[in-house]
């Protein structure tokens, strides 16, 4: 094509990218930008000096900012990849900085607390894309990120009735680049999905191993040893961030209460069926599970070998 | 060496070893017996004739026995292999047909319950050793089975104190011999720890997996599409085989519902924290479950690799 003039198609999504945080997330979208080639220039900034010379160290993007001021300077995007309980905080700090029509957007795993906070903060020239990759591992970190993290996981984006189209439309560009399937859908609804789909898996994985942890008639390690009867596959996620996960729940408390309260409600049903003997009931509920799983896999979000392809002899 | 006669640890420890059972640990033992040449001739059989056929089909030992009867003809050992509620009908067909000395054990997640139910039929001649492999995948039935399925995987022998120690030290040999660590427990205390490595943490999954299904407010589909963020993790152990589940609530009953008791108590004491927002409880819990997935890693129980190794691309 000899026309000079790019297809809006065929720009990049960013010209310069701020990335605010360098934990998994953020180290990840920083190697996934350069590989797929969707930023000018990537800066990234974490207000940790240790994590910022991780960062340096790794060669993640092309600059680390040293100051919360500096990364945002003529940044047409900036993701903040902080804890939730801490966007509120990052936005007061960049926005006399941000340039006119800044992209602010995010990667929190809540979002109905994460759009009041930053809504609090942010100046009127800057439009705001609240976003939700979910996607992870249970490790932390700057050295933790690899660009392939986001391929074929899903990217929810929840922008407000009458929000700026152009905005989202670049944003989900850039997830949609990344590798990721992007779906719009109301703050309130996602942290809902979420509370079923990730966050109360995460309290039940917590829970489980700390009462593990605690029982003084089987020793910690008996559990160890035994736990590839099932046990183990709760501790993944159980090793996820405590502080990321501490923000989740304080920031997404009515829904989660709200489905813990069902989840409560048919562990009670399924205990008195076992107190009972009432083993129609259990065949019925172990029959069903499997549909779902089936599901997962059949989409792709889920490896299909048995035990999870752990089997390496 | 120029001795004909073997020592002990260079004979196999069966002669003639009839398998019960054809479903992933049958047809795991069948497998592993032959790689580890661990008896002299392994015969199976199953009461479905479709199981029969397709134990037939796949090669699985060296002969499939068409009945009980001539299952356990002339076998030194045999191995039970189904779900604990039917052990003790299998030891009522059998018995008749056992040989002198013949040894009996088996594979029950369960062993306080299946020893009783064994006793009642098992004749006076025979030995028995109650055995718990700790290991196994999702998938279920005679293709499932892989010979490598108990290599440094646990197996618990719970004998009786009395018990016949030839019978136990030549099943423990059986189970070193397919990669196996071995170790003895009673079987009360047997019972109670797999309530907590294995049956709480299948019974929680079935439970989340069951109420997210359940759920009106979030579709099936968007539970599939977002399971990455937690809640595919735990379909895994809920798509295990419903007979067999359901078999072990029936069958250990007051340790798994002791176990769940202490369960709610520390999940009502997190719900709690959330209510109040006492971020500096939760971020505690979720700071010690860490130290547990490390032991379980660091002890070879589990893959190092973020994310179980899913990671593809």
Chains 1, 2 share one sequence.
């Not at 939730?84 to 602010?104: K, M, S």
């Not at 992007?182 to 898996?201: R, Y």
């Amino acid at each position: 094509m000899a026309e000079a003039k790019a297809h809006p198609e065929e720009a990049l999504p960013f010209e310069r990218l701020a990335i605010i945080g360098i934990g998994l997330i953020g180290s990840s979208i920083a190697l996934a930008a350069r590989r797929f080639a969707l930023a000018r220039r990537v800066v990234l900034f974490d207000i940790s000096d240790e994590v910022r010379r991780e960062a340096r160290a790794l060669g993640l993007g092309d600059e680390i900012a040293s100051s919360f001021a500096e990364s945002v300077d003529g940044a047409d995007a900036v993701i903040i990849c902080v804890p939730v309980g801490a966007c509120g905080a990052v936005v007061a700090e960049i926005a006399p900085h941000l340039q006119q029509n800044a992209i602010v957007t995010d990667v929190g795993s809540v979002k109905g607390a994460v759009i009041k906070a930053v809504r609090e903060h942010l100046p009127a020239h800057a439009r705001f894309v609240p976003a939700h990759p979910v996607a992870g591992t249970e490790n932390s970190g700057p050295a933790a990120g690899f660009p392939s993290l986001f391929v074929n996981r899903w990217c929810i984006l929840t922008p407000p009735n009458g929000g700026d189209e152009d905005a989202t439309a670049r944003v989900r560009a850039f997830w949609e680049g990344m590798g990721a399937n992007v779906e719009l859908m109301s703050a309130d609804h996602h942290d809902l999905v979420l509370a079923v789909t990730s966050h109360l898996p995460h309290l039940i994985a917590y829970n489980i191993v700390g009462t593990a942890d605690d029982l003084q008639s089987v020793t910690q390690s008996e559990v160890i040893k035994f736990s590839a009867g099932g046990f183990r596959d709760f501790t993944r996620i159980a090793a996820s961030d405590p502080t990321m996960w501490r923000d989740v729940f304080l920031h997404n408390k009515e829904a989660v209460l709200e489905v813990l309260a069902r989840f409560n409600e048919d562990l009670s049903a399924l205990a008195r069926a076992i107190r009972w003997g009432e083993g129609d009931k259990l065949f019925e509920l172990f029959s069903r599970t499997r549909t779902i799983r089936r599901g997962i896999v059949n989409q792709g979000q889920e490896t299909a070998e048995p035990d999870f392809g752990r089997r390496k002899v």
